[in-house]
């Protein structure tokens, strides 16, 4: 039996160099497309920091929050300012309410469940979204309230539009991306694709849903006190007429309210989306 030739085995290859991956040359790329277009920016713009920040500019406009103070604590001034925040807040749930339930039936059709899905009315969904997401709330407020009058109905409906064709992406997205292992196991059972719905893609995505509609109703809480601006009821109604009054004590609780509503908003969303996701 002839030993072993250790110097005739075969030596592993040598590593070939390292090269550049192409997702890290289109990163790159990238990259330095947004600082091109940031510094273009920068140079097309008539940014006037020299008078923005001069000593007249800066004590003119701590003269202008010195009418701020103090704010307006009557009883009845806060009474209405209780009110137009109940307002607010309504608006803000019912709309994203009835916008998650619309995104949720859009996007059912504007998503693609399973590779064998035909999806014919993807298209023309993800299309109805896009046209209802690119109309800003403010613009479907100052629609809606030729027919509906001035009131917070009107900006709850333009909330929920502006909010479905959010929602409805974001929900469409959720299901593509779902596993699709449970569902092709029932699929393969014979189970209908309602059902397979039901009880395999929704269970996988729910709290994504809803961490969705969560942050969204964090949002309209901001839009929301926009819309009063149009006549659409709330807080912002309130600060549109005693700003425009040049009520500033007035004005300056309003504004502590609208922050004091985010907050306490933003605090609740937190800790709902921290339940969801353990």
């Keep these: ?35 091109g277009l940031v510094a273009a920016s920068f140079l097309s713009l008539d940014l006037q920091w020299a008078q923005f920040l001069s000593r007249d500019a800066i004590s003119r406009m701590g003269g ?53 899905d035909r999806a014919w009315a993807r298209g023309p969904s993800r299309l109805l979204l896009n046209a209802l997401r690119s109309i800003p709330e403010l613009v479907w407020a ?18 929920a539009l502006h909010t479905t064709g959010v929602l409805g992406r974001l929900f469409a997205e959720a299901l593509e991306n779902a596993a699709p292992g449970p569902a092709a196991a029932l699929r393969l059972q014979g189970v209908g694709e309602g059902r397979i719905l039901l009880w395999a893609t929704l269970p996988q995505v729910l709290p994504q849903l ?19 601006v149009v006549g659409a009821g ?37 800790l709902a989306r921290r339940v969801l996701t353990r």
């Design 1 to 35: 039996m002839k030993p072993i030739d250790s110097t005739n085995q075969a030596k592993p290859p040598l590593p070939l160099p390292v090269r550049q991956s192409e997702s890290g040359r289109q990163g790159w790329l990238f990259g330095a497309l947004l600082l």
């Design 64 to 116: 202008f929050m010195a009418e701020f103070y103090p704010p307006e604590l009557g009883i009845t001034f806060l009474h209405k300012v209780a009110i137009g925040a109940w307002e607010t807040l309504a608006m803000s749930a019912l709309g994203t309410l009835l916008a998650s339930l619309a995104g949720l039936a859009l996007a059912l059709p504007a998503a693609r469940l399973h590779q064998q």
């Design 142 to 159: 100052t629609l809606l309230l030729i027919s509906a009058g001035l009131g917070p109905f009107a900006g709850t409906l333009a909330l």
């Design 210 to 228: 809803l961490s969705y509609a969560l942050y969204r109703w964090e949002n309209n809480i901001r839009a929301a006190t926009v819309l009063g």
């Design 234 to 270: 709330g807080l912002g109604q309130l600060l549109s007429f005693h700003l425009g009054l040049f009520h500033m004590p007035k004005t300056a609780t309003l504004l502590l309210a609208m922050l004091a509503l985010v907050l306490l908003v933003d605090a609740g969303s937190l």
